[in-house]
Nanobody, 124 residues
């Protein structure tokens, strides 16, 4: 079982930027993604990246504002968030697809592994 540890959450103002990091244990490389859950809402897909980093996917609500990236030498996945809005407030979760599964599966089905989440709060 993979261990995923998120960091970088916090309280920011609308329009600010924030970068989340996800440290991934293990030697194998997985397609990775970010999800979020706002109070009273279902967890939703935010972004995904292939194991090589060459392919990315985004939810329409964050396209053009968020960027997912990875550094496989550091076993770390990032989510750079810009032009933050109050509606981006949520707990953000790092997630891994099944070993060998392509990144687009994270847009369609639950991930195989989850981190513990990090809170992002955007004030207006």
């Amino acid at each position: 079982q993979l261990q995923l540890v998120e960091s970088g959450g916090g309280l920011v103002q609308a329009g600010d930027s924030l970068r989340l990091s996800c440290a991934v244990s293990g030697r194998d490389t997985y397609a990775m993604g970010w999800f979020r859950q706002a109070p009273g809402k279902q967890r939703e897909f935010v972004a995904a990246i292939s194991s090589s980093g060459g392919t990315t996917y985004y939810a329409d609500s964050v396209k053009g504002r968020f960027t997912i990236s990875r550094d496989n030498a550091k076993n770390t996945v990032y989510l750079q968030m810009g032009s933050l809005k109050p509606e981006d407030t949520a707990v953000y979760y790092c997630a891994a697809a099944k070993f060998g599964a392509p990144a687009h599966t994270l847009t369609q089905m639950p991930p195989d592994s989850w981190g513990q989440g990090t809170q992002v709060t955007v004030s207006s």
